[in-house]
């Protein structure tokens, strides 16, 4: 073979390489954590993701959807590689996924960097809403901060004097606990921050908090750490003397163990978020009983937020018809947030994280005797993060 | 800071130390005698923790739950070791880390098979669930102090085992001189399965003592393996007696570096600052611990005889 044919051959090579795939598919990585304890968070968060397809009838734009699931275990260095791996190998139009803030953080750049798209299932780390916004990093939950604010304005309201913060030692835990101080205008008499993920066994932070006689605590224990914590306040009699105020703690997932273990200490709790099982807009109601006649247990907020991100991503393959090369098209689409939300009608920032409401929530029994929670009215109306105006964008 | 508290933490510490110990005993005296890295000595705490809770949910009782959960854990570890274990003894430590990484793999994904995701709880009895008043104003939980009692129970047997029995001196030569004990005819085998079935039995215990408090769940053994291996590693390996006094250190310094650290750092560098160091110090604070007695005493504070 002379080298003119080789050449061109290599020519005709490459030019088959360039062309995009046009196999009428749309791609998208979801990054979640399906193994460690905290599996079980993941586990929620695929089966919402996997109903929601189907739901839409796996289409979006007339494209048929490819969700590749990867597992990050929970570790922020195996989150990046997953993503590296999603972005480079698998060439997704879509990333999106996320529960730990500080995963969040080490693969943001992988992607963005990349020219994709990032949807945060979850984390909501303040540097992405403020200095490190970017035009194609959406959220379909919440700003860590926020959803603590609201703790802190309904502890005012309930003339909480004195506080005791614990949380874990991390991205998100940092964000809690700055959240709940910008809000409650009360003394913090103590704060200690653990270990994360390792530490599970809160004896010597429930002495000390013990002994600072506050009018509350307030923690923030996602997964598994939640339940440990809640067991071990029991224990230590401390549910009987001061009240626990939470957050992202006590959860669908964590609720029917405690139902199974008879921690009637969490019965009555309170809690905010930005969604409840039994929010009632149009697309709650189906979301939750799909849900719950697919799986047969309540949906997590991861799940609700889960299940939201598909329609965000639909909502912007809609609007190019699925040209997915339209970045701009996509991009402008998913900033009008023209999609059935879970949380119903809200708009989105400038850093492209949600302006909404915020809702105070307690534990009940529903009609069947299970364990959930209820919707006892808004604490926060149409709130924005504070670290929106850090971003230049 | 009231003395109250500071009893509370030394409580709090002594606890974990005990604890610790439980995993640490079965673990110094496999990778002593045997000679056996092992890095699945947590797997044996997470099955235990798991027949525990489910053996507690079909009998209603958690003490019915511990007992019939100790056997069932030893015969999981009998099958591990004559299915798995025994062929690496003659291998080298890589091979045998290599091996035993990969039985965490298998049990972390059969639990999450047999049990699911989304872990257990063991739910304790009434009155192991609450608290006693041990001093005027110093309430501690029932169940951790039940926790110290069966440690401190398990450690004085392991004492009389290992000192006063015909078994025990066989340990106590295997820690010593492995070689020469098969070379007078003991049934090595049978020693090292019986030992392994111990271990695990120990693992298992610990998991069940743990999982009230911490839930059950897959993956919690690895969690606290390396604090073992941490422990084993300051006592001396194949020693019961160092595995028992590090296992007290170490959770002493764990619970008192979380207690008061913040304090003391505040007193050099602004609360902010320290909020922020204290978590990270006292976790590092074990180690540090660890890397001093390797400097001074590489063959760790209590080695068995003919170690030093």
Same mark, same amino acid.
């Given at each position: ?34 193994? =460690? ?8 968060? /695929? ?21 590749? &699931? ?23 139009? &879509?990333?999106? !996924? ?5 995963? *969040? ?49 309904? *502890? ?29 205008? !009360? ?18 932070? *429930?002495?000390?908090? /013990? ?45 029917? $163990? ?33 849900? /719950?006649?697919?799986?047969? /247990? ?13 329609? *965000? ?8 018809? !699925?040209?997915? $090369? ?59 993060? =504070? ?7 | 800071?009231?003395?109250? %508290? ?22 110094? %005296? ?97 009155? %192991? ?109 194949? +020693? ?29 560098? +602004? ?29 760790? %504070? ?7």
């Amino acid at each position: 073979m002379t080298f003119k044919k080789l050449s061109a051959g290599l020519v005709a090579v490459l030019a088959l390489a360039a062309v995009p795939v046009q196999g009428g598919t749309v791609k998208i990585g979801f990054v979640t954590t399906l193994t =460690t304890p905290a599996g079980v968070i993941g586990r929620d968060m /695929r089966d919402a993701v996997n109903l929601a397809l189907e739901d839409i009838g796996n289409k979006m734009g007339g494209l048929d959807v490819e969700m590749i &699931f990867e597992d990050d275990g929970f570790k922020p260095e195996i989150g990046k590689q997953k993503t590296d791996k999603l972005v480079q190998k698998d060439n997704v139009d &879509f990333v999106a !996924g996320y529960i730990w803030s500080h995963v *969040l953080l080490a693969s943001r750049k992988s992607v963005l960097d990349a020219g994709k798209f990032l949807i945060s299932s979850n984390a909501g780390p303040s540097q992405l809403a403020g200095k490190l916004c970017n035009k194609n990093f959406f959220s379909t939950s919440w700003q860590n901060d926020q959803t603590p604010m609201a703790m802190g304005e309904v *502890l005012n309201q309930r003339g909480v004097k004195s506080l005791y913060v614990i949380a874990p030692n991390y991205a998100a835990g940092k964000n809690m606990v700055s959240g709940v101080q910008r809000a409650f205008k !009360g003394k913090i008499v103590g704060k200690d921050l653990t270990k994360w993920p390792g530490q599970l066994d809160f004896s010597a932070e *429930l002495a000390k908090a /013990r002994a600072a006689k506050p009018d509350g605590v307030f923690i923030f224990y996602p997964g598994k750490a939640g339940g440990a914590f809640m067991k071990q306040y029991q224990q230590a009699g401390l549910d009987k003397t001061i009240p626990l105020y939470s957050v992202f703690t006590v959860d669908s997932i964590s609720l029917p $163990k405690f139902q199974k273990a008879n921690m009637s200490g969490v019965m009555g709790s309170f809690m905010t978020q930005f969604w409840a099982p039994d929010l009632d807009t149009p697309q709650n109601k189906k979301f939750v009983a799909g849900f /719950r006649k697919k799986y047969g /247990r309540y949906p997590s907020f991861y799940a609700a937020q889960s299940y939201d991100t598909v329609f *965000l991503i639909k909502s912007a393959v809609d609007a190019v018809n !699925g040209n997915l $090369k339209d970045m701009d098209g996509m991009r402008a689409a998913m900033e009008k947030a023209d999609f059935p939300s879970v949380r119903g009608k809200f708009t989105y920032g400038n850093n492209h994280f949600p302006i909404q409401n915020f809702y105070l929530r307690e534990v009940v029994k529903d009609s069947d005797g299970n364990w959930t929670t209820a919707t006892r009215g808004v604490v926060l109306k149409n709130h924005q993060d =504070t670290y929106a105006k850090l971003c230049k964008m | 800071m009231t003395w109250a %508290l500071l009893l509370e933490q030394f409580l709090n510490g002594f606890q974990l130390g005990v604890l610790l110990f439980l995993l640490a005993a079965g673990l110094t %005296l496999v990778f002593g005698i045997m000679d056996l890295v092992n890095l699945a000595h947590g797997s044996l705490y997470m099955v235990g923790a798991f027949i525990c809770a489910t053996l507690t949910e079909l009998t209603g009782s958690f003490g019915w739950g511990v007992l019939l959960a100790l056997p069932a854990t030893m015969a999981v570890g009998v099958i591990v070791e004559m299915t798995a274990l025994r062929t690496l003894y003659a291998r080298d430590h890589l091979d045998q880390v290599l091996a035993t990484f990969g039985l965490i793999l298998f049990f972390n994904e059969l639990t999450r098979i047999v049990w699911g995701p989304e872990g257990m709880v063991i739910p304790l009895p009434a009155w %192991l669930d609450g608290n006693v008043e041990i001093l005027p104003g110093v309430h501690y939980p029932t169940f951790r102090m039940l926790i110290i009692a069966v440690g401190l129970g398990v450690a004085a047997a392991l004492y009389v085992l290992v000192v006063k029995t015909r078994t025990g001196m066989l340990i106590r030569a295997g820690a010593s001189n492995r070689a020469m004990i098969g070379a007078l005819g003991v049934n090595i085998k049978t020693l090292f399965t019986a030992i392994f079935g111990l271990g695990a039995a120990l693992a298992g215990l610990a998991g069940m003592m743990a999982g009230p408090i911490i839930e059950v769940s897959t993956g919690m053994g690895e969690e606290i393996l390396i604090l073992a291996f941490v422990v084993i590693v300051i006592g001396g390996i194949g +020693s019961i007696r160092g595995a028992f006094i590090a296992a007290l250190i170490v959770g002493l310094i764990d619970t008192m570096g979380r207690s008061f650290l913040d304090v003391l750092l505040s007193a050099a560098m +602004s609360a902010s600052a320290a909020e922020t160091a204290a978590p990270a110090l006292s976790a590092m604070l074990v180690y540090i611990l660890m890397a001093t007695v390797l400097f001074f005493r590489p063959q760790g %504070l209590f080695p068995p005889h003919g170690r030093q």
